[in-house]
């Protein structure tokens, strides 16, 4: 269990920079794997002159390697090309290059650096899936660890060039496709981070707002009405006024629910249009009734308000289709109080609940204010 966990973390850590989602065209990544290619062909044919030109060890195993090198960066560009699936081709050619740099460092093996380098590659590279920062770090400290090795263990820079040419070579393409490794996780966890994000705005917005409207909904109504009446910021005081429109049993009856849906809407818009206020939050509770919660500078103010938003529901002048009334009207209840502790959101909840019932009790278009159980006003407890 324990060898297979460590297996996968290996490949995984070895062929990250090839993840792909197969159904999105990525055009970066084809570059990059174009581009990652195109220079692995290119190092590995530079590899071979050295070697051909005896500036570095010749041997057939070294030659052969060489070759290898060679094909299989022309193979990842062609079935690039052809249209082969990117984090295919990319874990290909970064296993591949991996054990072909392993091979040459072992075809090099009187070279510390030569077998050096393409065993430090995966560490840095590893290092370089987590930050640029770190990835900076990293390649600087790795660098100069292999430039220093590079002139201690050949006896100097200009007394084994050949060495030095083959291990700065190996180095360089080590770090180009560290570079490409960083370029492609990064990109790939910026995308799948990106879209992990909006999907959560919107999980996040769903649950809290209601879809007809648009407004708050009743699941997030305790943590604002909780949040308001512990604020310490502004001394203005908690206001909570609840309304339903009356008698929209026989306006949905009369003309549809897709006409009562509209008038929901329409009634939502004048509310935001009265209640407009940063600090002002407007609930759909249920069905045709709504809460707003807000902060007047007195009792006088927000009464003022409720009177203003019944006026401006009646203002809309949408016919009744039943009632005494001519334009559809909205009866309330107004709870107002200092913030500070006191009653549970439900309690809150309720206490504007029967004063709106009391309203619609005593012939519908108005408002009333709330009453705590001692029968006192809410506003003055
Ligand atoms: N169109 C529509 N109607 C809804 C929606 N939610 C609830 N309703 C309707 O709202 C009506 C509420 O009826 P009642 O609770 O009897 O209230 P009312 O007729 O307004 O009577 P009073 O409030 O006493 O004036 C019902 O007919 C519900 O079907 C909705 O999202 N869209």
Redesign the pocket.
């Known amino acids: 269990m324990e060898y297979w966990a460590r297996s996968v973390a290996w490949k995984n850590f070895i062929t990250s920079g090839g993840r792909s989602t197969p159904e999105e065209p990525d055009y970066l990544r084809l570059s990059i794997m174009n581009m990652i290619a195109g220079a692995g062909c290119v190092a590995f044919l530079l590899f071979l002159v050295l070697d051909l030109s005896g500036l570095v060890g010749w041997s057939a195993f070294r030659i052969t390697v060489n070759l290898l090198g060679i094909a299989v960066t022309l193979v990842v560009l062609i079935a690039l090309r052809a249209g082969a699936p990117i984090g295919v081709m990319a874990k290909l050619a970064h296993l591949a290059m991996f054990a072909l740099l392993l091979l040459l460092a072992l075809a090099r093996g009187e070279s510390v650096i030569a077998i050096t380098i393409p065993l430090i590659y995966p560490a840095p590279a590893y290092l370089l899936l987590d930050s640029v920062a770190r990835a900076s770090i990293g390649t600087a400290l790795m660098l100069l660890c292999l430039y220093a090795i590079i002139l201690t263990s050949s006896g100097g820079f200009f007394e084994n060039t050949g060495a030095v040419l083959d291990g700065a070579m190996s180095i360089t393409l080590a770090m180009a496709f560290q570079a490409a490794v960083m370029a492609l996780y990064l990109r790939s966890r910026q995308s799948s981070m990106a879209r992990l994000k909006s999907l959560r705005d919107i999980l996040a917005f769903q649950s809290t707002h209601d879809q007809?409207t648009g407004l708050l909904n009743r699941y997030i109504f305790d943590d604002v009405i909780g949040r308001e009446m512990r604020r310490r910021s502004d001394d203005r005081l908690f206001a909570f006024l609840m309304f339903?429109?009356?008698?929209?049993?026989?306006y949905?009856?009369t003309l549809g629910?897709?006409?009562?849906?509209e008038?929901?809407k329409r009634i939502s818009k004048t509310v935001q249009g009265l209640f407009n206020r940063a600090e002002d939050h407007i609930f759909r509770l249920?069905?045709?009734e709504f809460g707003i919660v807000f902060r007047p500078r007195d009792r006088a103010e927000a009464a003022l308000m409720a009177d203003r938003l019944l006026e401006a529901i009646e203002s809309m002048e949408v016919p009744a289709q039943c009632?005494p009334h001519r334009y559809i009207t909205a009866?309330g209840g107004l709870l107002c109080r200092t913030p500070g502790p006191g009653p549970e959101p439900e309690t809150i909840y309720r206490l504007a609940d029967q004063a709106m019932y009391r309203a619609?009790q005593a012939g519908?278009a108005r408002w009333m204010e709330a009453e705590d159980e001692n029968g006192k006003i809410g506003g003055t407890v």
């Open positions: 007809l339903d429109i009356d008698h929209f049993k026989g949905n009856d629910h897709p006409e009562g849906d008038l929901l249920g069905g045709e009632g009866s619609k519908r």
